[in-house]
């Protein structure tokens, strides 16, 4: 057999030349003498095998991994190579079968002969899949990382367009004009192979989060409920591709008060649905400063009284000073609310009677009726500085 190697391998790499496309073989890039020394090596590996005289076969076994490598890096199935495994071994079986012939083997050597070559080109097969999973793992993450990097130059601000736009060719991700960012909460369980391709993900941020290029649209949206499996998530307004940012941020905000049942969980949170509250409870502190100026006046009153008239008040003014209308709102006689009205207007003086101070007004009361909505806000307790609950 070891005879039989110099000619053997040559009939081998001309059946596959023969059999097996070029550009599906190699993509053309190899050279004749590296395949036919691959082939060589291949054999001969099989030849020690047989006759007991080899030890171990790391070089063998790195060549077959790498010609699985060089399939993955290039962009090319296995299909090919397991083809020519194929072509190889019938071609291999072919000269045992001349050589046993020539030389009277017995039946049951034949039979030791084709187990051990069969069983040696699936071993070669699994040693080529092994190193086709292994680059096509390692290009996985190599793109998840250049794709990280994207995203954080889209969303860091002042980020050069050119230098974007060149990272954005290198890595293949063609850039959009306008972009949605999705927000996601700590630690979420995210599905990335459901993500579409040129969705850019940084799932391993303390707060992770998603760049979906374009509007967020109805396949979007199924794409993103196939990725989580725990659904919850915010979506940011979509917005130029330079103002990233700012859609991240609503995003992060919205699911805050998602998380804080503020705003219902009900899969994907859209940003563009919850605008009012977004911007009434964009800064809390801020509000709670103008909550105690707007109605501070209320302080001296105890906190039932404190609720009954801060519910009429808000029911009032979105009525526009209706009673029947407010009435209505808070299922109480039309007096009730005259009564409680008369208060008001003593209490608050001009306010009510001067339109800046009234959308004042009904921008806290909004606000705080979003938080009593929730469970979690509720159970902090908001005080004016001399200790009065204001609420």
Same mark, same amino acid.
């Given at each position: 057999?070891?005879?039989?190697?110099?000619?053997?391998?040559?009939?081998?790499?001309?059946?596959?030349?023969?059999?097996?496309?070029?550009?599906?073989?190699?993509?053309?890039?190899?050279?004749?003498?590296?395949?036919?020394?691959?082939?060589?090596?291949?054999?001969?590996?099989?030849?020690?095998?047989?006759?007991?005289?080899?030890?171990?076969?790391?070089?063998?076994?790195?060549?077959?991994?790498?010609?699985?490598?060089?399939?993955?890096?290039?962009?090319?199935?296995?299909?090919?190579?397991?083809?020519?495994?194929?072509?190889?071994?019938?071609?291999?079986?072919?000269?045992?079968?001349?050589?046993?012939?020539?030389?009277?083997?017995?039946?049951?050597?034949?039979?030791?002969?084709?187990?051990?070559?069969?069983?040696?080109?699936?071993?070669?097969?699994?040693?080529?899949?092994?190193?086709?999973?292994?680059?096509?793992?390692?290009?996985?993450?190599?793109?998840?990382?250049?794709?990280?990097?994207?995203?954080?130059?889209?969303?860091?601000?002042?980020?050069?367009?050119?230098?974007?736009?060149?990272?954005?060719?290198?890595?293949?991700?063609?850039?959009?004009?306008?972009?949605?960012?999705?927000?996601?909460?700590?630690?979420?369980?995210?599905?990335?192979?459901?993500?579409?391709?040129?969705?850019?993900?940084?799932?391993?941020?303390?707060?992770?989060?998603?760049?979906?290029?374009?509007?967020?649209?109805?396949?979007?949206?199924?794409?993103?409920?196939?990725?989580?499996?725990?659904?919850?998530?915010?979506?940011?307004?979509?917005?130029?591709?330079?103002?990233?940012?700012?859609?991240?941020?609503?995003?992060?905000?919205?699911?805050?008060?998602?998380?804080?049942?503020?705003?219902?969980?009900?899969?994907?949170?859209?940003?563009?649905?919850?605008?009012?509250? %977004?911007?009434?409870?964009? #800064? &809390?502190? /801020?509000? *709670?400063?103008? @909550? +105690?100026?707007? !109605?501070? =006046?209320?302080?001296?009153?105890?906190?039932?009284?404190?609720?009954?008239?801060?519910?009429?008040?808000?029911?009032?003014?979105?009525?526009?000073?209706?009673?029947?209308?407010?009435?209505?709102?808070?299922?109480?006689?039309?007096?009730?609310?005259?009564?409680?009205?008369?208060? %008001?207007?003593?209490?608050? #003086? &001009?306010? /009510?009677? *001067?339109?800046? @101070? +009234?959308?004042? !007004?009904? =921008?806290?009361?909004?606000?705080?009726?979003?938080?009593?909505?929730?469970?979690?806000?509720?159970?902090?307790?908001?005080?004016?500085?001399?200790?009065?609950?204001?609420?």
């Amino acid at each position: 057999m070891s005879a039989e190697l110099p000619s053997l391998a040559e009939e081998i790499i001309g059946e596959v030349r023969r059999s097996v496309p070029e550009d599906a073989r190699q993509g053309g890039k190899v050279r004749q003498p590296t395949i036919r020394a691959s082939v060589e090596q291949v054999m001969a590996a099989f030849v020690d095998q047989v006759t007991g005289m080899g030890d171990t076969h790391e070089h063998r076994d790195e060549l077959c991994r790498e010609l699985g490598r060089s399939a993955a890096y290039e962009g090319r199935s296995l299909d090919a190579l397991q083809a020519a495994y194929r072509v190889g071994v019938q071609v291999a079986w072919r000269r045992v079968a001349d050589v046993a012939q020539r030389r009277r083997l017995p039946s049951g050597v034949m039979t030791q002969l084709a187990d051990a070559l069969f069983s040696y080109i699936d071993e070669l097969a699994s040693l080529s899949v092994q190193g086709y999973l292994e680059a096509r793992s390692r290009s996985a993450d190599e793109l998840a990382g250049e794709h990280r990097r994207l995203l954080r130059m889209a969303l860091r601000s002042g980020a050069p367009g050119g230098a974007l736009a060149e990272a954005a060719e290198t890595a293949g991700w063609p850039l959009p004009e306008e972009a949605t960012l999705v927000a996601l909460p700590a630690g979420a369980r995210c599905v990335r192979a459901a993500l579409d391709e040129d969705v850019l993900a940084d799932l391993g941020d303390a707060e992770p989060h998603l760049l979906v290029p374009g509007p967020f649209d109805t396949a979007r949206r199924q794409m993103l409920v196939n990725a989580l499996p725990e659904r919850r998530s915010a979506v940011g307004l979509t917005v130029p591709l330079a103002e990233a940012a700012h859609s991240l941020r609503w995003a992060r905000r919205a699911l805050a008060l998602v998380e804080a049942g503020v705003l219902e969980d009900a899969g994907p949170t859209m940003c563009e649905r919850h605008l009012l509250e %977004l911007w009434l409870l964009s #800064d &809390e502190a /801020l509000l *709670d400063q103008l @909550s +105690r100026r707007q !109605l501070g =006046a209320l302080t001296g009153m105890s906190r039932t009284q404190r609720s009954r008239m801060t519910e009429t008040l808000g029911a009032w003014l979105e009525a526009q000073g209706n009673a029947v209308e407010t009435a209505r709102r808070l299922r109480v006689h039309p007096q009730t609310v005259r009564y409680r009205m008369r208060r %008001l207007s003593e209490t608050f #003086d &001009e306010q /009510l009677a *001067d339109p800046a @101070s +009234r959308f004042v !007004l009904d =921008a806290v009361l909004r606000a705080h009726r979003l938080r009593q909505g929730a469970e979690a806000v509720n159970a902090v307790s908001k005080t004016t500085p001399d200790g009065a609950y204001l609420y």
